[in-house]
């Protein structure tokens, strides 16, 4: 079966650097499209940024563009978030996801996810 498993996260003060991790299994995993998205307390959650399955296009939100990088490794079927420049709003738990149709920034779109890891920045 399908899995997504996210690691990396924890705690940093506002200004440092988190690399997130997402292993997959179960998938063709140089075939697909993934994303990143992030859900803070009382909030919907988010789209963060995603990746076109051969990394030739990626998409981000306004809010983490230029400070977010997604990356792509099929070798080792794991997706990465470079996060630097982290703000207080940034504080959320994290969750990459498969596409299950073209890249998209639409959660939708989306049809398996990991259990997600905790992001939080002090000020």
């Known amino acids: 079966q399908v899995q997504l498993v996210e690691s990396g996260g924890g705690l940093v003060q506002a200004g440092g650097s988190l690399r997130l991790s997402c292993a997959a299994s179960?998938?063709?995993?140089?075939?697909?499209?993934m994303g990143w998205f992030r859900q803070a307390p009382g909030k919907e959650r988010e789209f963060v940024a995603c990746?076109?399955?051969?990394?030739?296009?990626?998409s981000y939100a306004d809010s983490v563009k230029g400070r977010f990088t997604i990356s792509k490794n099929n070798a080792k079927n794991t997706v990465y978030l470079q996060m630097n420049s982290l703000k207080p709003e940034d504080t959320a738990v994290y969750y990459c996801?498969?596409?299950?149709?073209?890249?998209?920034?639409?959660?939708?779109?989306?049809?398996?996810w990991g259990q997600g890891t905790q992001v939080t920045v002090s000020s």
């Open positions: 996801a498969r596409s299950g149709t073209y890249y998209s920034r639409d959660a939708n779109n989306y049809d398996y």
């Open positions: 179960g998938l063709a995993f140089s075939s697909v499209s």
């Open positions: 990746i076109m399955w051969s990394g030739g296009a990626i």
